[in-house]
């Protein structure tokens, strides 16, 4: 799944087979948003601090967290989020979905056996109050997702299996293996995969077209400071246009006339030039090379599946981002992006992890740098002031006047993560001739990691050395 695609996470509880992924979303692409109470936000930068290393201080900068609070309404891209606690081992939340005229319903993991939630207020386990919580479950909800295991932390799928068979064909069971699903069930069994989605039929808002367009900004990190001014006039001149599998999208050697965002699908960028293939997806942008330079089109761009994107005509595009801190990143991005600049990425052991979005931002913030003779990049125990990438030539690496390591084309300098918690350098890296480098000052990547928060600790076991 295009991590772009995601931009929230619920967080229930923290047993790992609920939390592991909230860490791995977190390290990818984008600053994310957490729904979850403060109980549970605790317990998971408490638990992912002690298996990192990493204090609860720098976890909480890698993503956006939105307190909840039980009862209460939060709304997510239009749809009423409520949650409530369920009955577990470990605090953990629940919660219902309205949006037009469905419904649905998520237990998360939950005890849900009526004669165990009766045992527990009759010794006094909980209380009346909490009692009655647990048995106002909304079953009236169109869609029940409800998990069953083995008792006692979980529901046994017997007692699901009792209810009446109207209601069991609204619930959707899952935590369990097929082979202890019932036979000859109302239940259905839900299976795991995109291509088991489930989709509830809905009518599109009245403003679901200028939604969509709007969330293509949002998903543009270069247009985070638009005016509202600016982004009615993004609405107004952007135009749908959808491509086969299999079309020319643009064809080398040709005049340009529009600029392109991605909307759905990927195109494959055509440039024999490209050791590997560049593929760009949703919220990606092509075809603004042409326009800003006044040049011919110089790569053709495939439609590898369906794809919609939103195209901007260039006299708009021009008007559009006059002005704009997109204008300075796309003019700098031209300046400096050539199929070099993409092989020596797609290469890299470090940067080859990045997604094609992150690949192309750090491509808009590098400067070519060319040093003769020899000389020190950086000193131990000196603030890490650039990040560097090897074109050509080779560095030494050393701790304390003895050799570490060498380093060589597409090797990086200056440790991500050390350089986002501004720490100082470990280790002194020198050159003893000709060297040609890509860099980025300090405050281009801070300004790249403050929106990428987790690739630095993503790379962070990736550097054989860390500076």
């Not at 319903?105 to 045992?119: I, L, N």
């Not at 293996?177 to 000859?184: G, Q, R």
């Amino acid at each position: 799944v295009n991590p772009k695609l995601i931009d929230s996470i619920i967080l229930t509880h923290c047993h790992a087979d609920h939390d592991a992924g909230t860490l791995q979303k977190i390290l990818e692409e984008g600053k994310i948003t957490i729904y979850s109470t403060k109980t549970v936000m605790t317990s998971f930068l408490k638990k992912y601090s002690s298996l990192t290393g990493e204090p609860v201080s720098y976890l909480i900068r890698l993503f956006n967290f939105h307190p909840i609070y039980l009862g209460k309404p939060v709304y997510m891209h239009g749809g009423e989020f409520i949650f409530f606690y369920t009955l577990h081992s470990i605090p953990t939340i629940g919660f219902t979905l309205k949006f037009q005229d469905q419904s649905f319903v998520y237990s998360s993991d939950h005890q849900g056996s009526p004669s165990v939630q009766r045992q527990l207020l009759e010794n006094k386990v909980i209380d009346r109050d909490r009692y009655l919580q647990l048995q106002s479950f909304p079953w009236n909800s169109k869609v029940i997702y409800h998990e069953a295991g083995v008792p006692p932390l979980h529901t046994p799928v017997s007692f699901l299996n009792s209810l009446p068979r109207k209601l069991q064909k609204r619930i959707y069971v899952y935590h369990i293996a097929k082979k202890d699903f019932p036979k000859n069930s109302g239940l259905n069994l839900a299976t795991f995969g995109i291509e088991n989605t489930l989709y509830f039929k809905t009518k599109p808002p009245a403003y679901e077209d200028t939604y969509q367009i709007l969330s293509v900004l949002k998903h543009l990190d270069f247009f985070d400071d638009l005016t509202v001014e600016k982004s009615q006039e993004f609405v107004s001149i952007v135009e749908e246009h959808h491509f086969k599998k299999g079309a020319m999208i643009i064809r080398k050697g040709m005049p340009g006339e529009y600029f392109y965002i991605i909307r759905s699908g990927n195109v494959e960028i055509k440039d024999e030039k490209l050791i590997i293939s560049k593929i760009l997806g949703t919220y990606e942008y092509f075809g603004e090379g042409a326009l800003l330079s006044e040049t011919l089109r110089s790569a053709d761009v495939v439609a590898e599946t369906e794809v919609m994107t939103y195209a901007i005509h260039k006299d708009k595009f021009f008007s559009f981002i006059y002005g704009t801190a997109f204008e300075k990143t796309l003019q700098r991005l031209i300046k400096i992006r050539s199929s070099e600049t993409w092989n020596i990425m797609a290469t890299s052991p470090i940067l080859q992890q990045l997604t094609t979005y992150q690949k192309t931002w750090l491509e808009s913030i590098l400067v070519p740098k060319e040093l003769k003779r020899r000389g020190t990049l950086i000193k131990e125990d000196k603030s890490l002031e650039q990040f560097y990438i090897i074109r050509e030539g080779q560095v030494a690496v050393s701790r304390k006047g003895r050799a570490v390591t060498d380093l060589k084309r597409g090797d990086v300098i200056g440790a991500l993560h050390r350089i986002q918690r501004d720490e100082l350098a470990r280790f002194t890296v020198s050159y003893k001739g000709n060297l040609s480098l890509f860099t980025v000052d300090r405050s281009d990547l801070n300004d790249f990691l403050e929106l990428n928060p987790g690739l630095g600790m993503k790379l962070a076991d990736d550097y054989h050395f860390e500076d």
